[in-house]
């Protein structure tokens, strides 16, 4: 009896592993030119990874230089996948924000939350721009 409940302990673990590890998606990498904001935060300019986790609604963890942050995106969906994996981004005179994230050949994307200065810079009528940027996916 012993060894039949050591053994379902081993092989229950096992597949919790295997589950923690499928939940996790693949990492998407970028260079990007310039200082952006993303749910709230100045994230500044150079090499930007972003990973999502979790099932069910995703959370995002954005890295870029010393800066990290977690968001919780809402998801998209696309009748036409994207051929690359892009970051999209809103721009204001010369202010960026994080806008939304495609991955190649993949009908769900993920868009970020509008933060209040964004809103605010929408409010003022400020011409708004998008800036997409081609990222790598491992």
Do not use: W
């Amino acid at each position: 009896m012993k060894k039949h409940a050591a053994t379902l302990l081993i092989l229950t673990i096992v597949a919790l592993t295997g589950l923690v590890n499928a939940q996790t998606r693949a990492m998407i990498k970028a260079e990007v030119p310039f200082e952006f904001v993303a749910n709230g935060k100045t994230m500044p300019a150079g090499s930007c990874t972003i990973q999502a986790g979790g099932d069910g609604q995703a959370i995002l963890s954005i890295k870029s230089g010393s800066a990290h942050l977690f968001v919780a995106p809402n998801s998209t969906e696309s009748l036409n996948p994207s051929e690359n994996t892009t970051l999209v981004f809103h721009k204001y005179g010369d202010r960026y924000f994080l806008a939304s994230i495609n991955r190649a050949g993949e009908q769900r994307g993920y868009e970020l939350p509008v933060g209040k200065l964004e809103k605010e810079l929408r409010a003022q009528n400020t011409v708004k721009s998008d800036v997409v940027l081609v990222a790598s996916a491992k």
